[in-house]
Every structure is written in C-alpha cells, then in structure tokens.
C-alpha cells in the first residue's frame, strides 16, 4: 500500500472479517455506507419520479442527471434531441435534418 490507512482498511476489509450482510438478501458490503447504498438501489422502491416524463428512480442524483440530460437545454424544433449547448443543436440539425435527400422511411435515419 502507499499509504498507511490503505493498508489498515485493505487488512480490515479482505482479513479482519468485518462484513455487513443485508437483512434481504445474501449481499455482504464491507462497509456501512456501501451496505446503505446497496439498501437503497436494490430493495428500495422508487421514490423520485420526474414530472416532465414516465422517467422513475430510486436515487435522486440519477433523476437530476435524467433531467439535465433530457429536459433541460436547446429543444431541436424537428425532432425529440435536445442538445447540451448551442453549437451542439446547430450540429445536430446539420447532420440529421439538413440535406437530407434519401431518408429511411422506417427510422430517423
């Protein structure tokens, strides 16, 4: 280890034997914290919707980045795509919607 308190937290994890089960289920976390985390992924319910769309989870940060990532930015006004920045739409819009002389009539292509 590099440092001292790696090398204490490597011997408590893989030989010390502390271990912290789930009370529903056969994981074991190493930690309290990551058995916390574990809780709420796996066997919590789904406590966060997003009011924009149908989009559920069951941690909070996962619904600011589905909304960031999909609500939030430059609406294309041909298409569902929005884009992060500006000259991200601009691209978009180049790429997928000007010039087009054969489109799929099955996709978006």
């Known amino acids: 280890a590099k440092q001292p308190q790696y090398l204490k937290e ?9 271990h912290y089960p789930c009370d529903q289920c ?6 309290p914290g990551n058995l916390k985390i574990h809780k ?10 997003c009011d924009q769309c149908a989009y559920k989870t069951k941690q909070p940060d996962s619904l600011k980045v589905h909304i960031k990532n999909k609500h939030e930015g430059y609406p294309c006004d ?6 992060k920045r500006p000259d991200h739409l601009r691209t978009h819009k180049e ?15």
């Open 10 to 18: 490597h011997k408590r994890i893989k030989h010390d034997g502390i």
């Open 26 to 31: 056969d994981h074991i976390a190493t930690r």
């Open 40 to 49: 709420e992924t796996i066997h919590q319910v789904v406590r966060y919707e």
């Open 78 to 83: 041909q298409c569902d795509h929005i884009a």
């Open 95 to 109: 790429r997928k919607h000007e010039g087009v002389r054969y489109p799929c009539n099955q996709c978006e292509y």
